[in-house]
């Protein structure tokens, strides 16, 4: 891949001066850190209760950071144990689950106890389990399952933090794994080269479709056209909620095989049109009212993002609702969660960016749509959601 510019250095825009009250506020953080570095200030604030109170929510803080990766790799553990799946509606103890699980049971109780604090798993009794609520939706949602088993490729590439963070490293197994990114011809792209990636995508978009039919009428379409819509993942479960809509998919040829097969699958065959080439030079098929980007966008840069853009509308008809849903960056705890996983996970795979909705905005007048407007999505750690207008 080469070497890549430090992480954030194509994203953070040209502030301007702080001016009089920014000055003032420069000035005020500077003394306030000043004050903490203190080592007698620190002992004067472990001395008084409520500031005391305060600090060690600061230092719990602080911890969580600094030992982030342990509890990943312990959840990472109990999926890959199938640890989960063992316990959903059930309960059992330390023995029934080190032998569901091919576990000795000190390592199976000493695995137990971590997850318990991790908050995945509750007491049923002595030495018996039973799922909490974040365990129950990991039992049941397969997707979430599968990407914690990916994100083992992620930390590798991740394993020198200084020369990832620094631009430094070469070509990572993420820029490998997703075949799309990598240059030349993305239509030339093989089976074999697709099917991994695009198998991750379905599995993983059942809580992400929730999230956007619950957002947005889809209903009152005529028909959807899916853009880069893999294996059909979200059309499905499109056409299962509004049986109405002509449904239509575009992407790359060897993605589409897939599509079809999918598709047939949830007997979805008959109201669904495929479509295969590039969508940032192709024809677009024109015919329909709704065209989605589910999840496309933040998977490129802004050129191609562009380029994409500019075909959609050289193609599309006028008065065509273009739906934008991804990921996107923002001040809200949920859009800030995402922003820093989204964009590492991006600068790893070597294209893409998670953006605020302003930028998206900026990118589709750009780009000629007219009339963008922000749904707010039932879930905005997921996805936010953008309708624009052809």
């Known amino acids: ?42 002992a004067l604030v472990a001395s008084l209760p409520l500031l005391r109170r305060v600090a060690n929510g600061k230092a719990n803080e602080l911890f969580r950071l600094t030992t982030g990766f342990v509890h990943t790799q312990i959840l990472s ?22 032998a569901r699980c091919g576990m000795p049971v000190e390592s199976m109780r000493r695995l137990l106890s971590l997850a318990l604090r991790l908050d995945l798993l509750v007491r049923a009794g002595p030495d018996t389990w039973m799922l909490s609520d974040t365990g129950t939706v990991l039992a049941v949602d397969r997707g979430l399952r599968e990407m914690i088993r990916h994100h083992d490729m992620l930390y590798r590439d991740l394993a020198d933090a200084e020369a990832f963070f620094g ?30 990636y695009s198998a991750l995508m379905r599995e993983s978009q059942a809580m992400l479709a929730d999230c956007i039919l619950a957002s947005h009428d889809f209903g009152r379409y005529r028909s959807v056209l899916d853009i880069g819509g893999g294996e059909g993942a979200f059309l499905g479960a499109l056409g299962e909620q509004y049986p109405e809509p002509r449904l239509a998919l575009f992407d790359l040829p060897a993605v589409v095989e897939l599509a079809a097969r999918h598709l047939r699958d949830r007997g979805l065959s008959e109201s669904s049109t495929l479509w295969s080439g590039d969508f940032t030079a192709d024809p677009i098929p024109a015919d329909n009212d709704c065209v989605t980007l589910i999840r496309i966008l933040c998977d490129h840069d802004d050129d191609r993002v562009l380029k994409l853009l500019s075909n959609l509308h050289r193609h ?23 922003a820093i996983y989204f964009d590492t996970y991006f600068a790893a795979m070597g294209s893409g960016r998670c953006r605020t909705a302003s930028e ?31």
């Open 167 to 196: 631009g430094k490293t070469g070509e990572t197994e993420l820029r490998r794994y997703w075949a799309y990114v990598r240059g030349g011809n993305p239509t030339e792209i093989a089976n074999e080269e697709a099917a991994p």
């Open 360 to 390: 998206i905005e900026g990118l589709l007048s750009r780009s000629g749509f007219l009339q963008a407007r922000i749904i707010t999505t039932t879930n905005p750690l997921l996805a936010g959601m953008i309708v624009a207008t052809r």
């Open 1 to 42: 891949m080469g070497a890549r510019p430090p992480l954030l250095a194509a994203a953070e825009p040209l502030q301007p001066a702080p001016g009089f009250f920014g000055n003032i506020a420069i000035r005020f953080r500077l003394w306030r850190n000043r004050q903490i570095a203190s080592s007698r200030f620190r």
């Open 316 to 338: 599309l008809r006028p008065g065509t609702d273009l739906v934008v849903a991804e990921a996107m960056a923002g001040d809200s705890e949920g859009a800030n969660l995402a």
């Open 77 to 98: 553990a109990c999926v890959r144990a199938g640890l989960f799946g063992a316990l959903d509606a059930r309960a059992l103890s330390t023995a029934d689950l080190a």
